[in-house]
């Protein structure tokens, strides 16, 4: 089995929560909580799709570390 070749093949996955954040913050860095209200439920989403992804890739790392 070529792990490599495998883990080659998944796909590259666009997490929302990476630019949603450029959005929240004002240009000194801080965020802005007009924004983050306007935005909450994108927000609570993107979070949400973060957290899968993470849970997914814990998984996957799990099941790698399992085979050697």
Request: proline share 3%.
């Amino acid at each position: 089995m070529d792990i490599i070749a495998i883990l080659e093949e998944v796909p590259e996955v666009y997490l929302r929560i990476i630019p949603l954040t450029w959005k929240l913050v004002r240009e000194d860095g801080t965020l802005d909580d007009e924004k983050i209200s306007f935005y909450q439920k994108e927000i609570e989403e993107a979070l949400g799709e973060a957290e899968s992804y993470a849970k997914a890739t814990a998984e996957a790392i799990r099941c790698l570390t399992t085979l050697f």
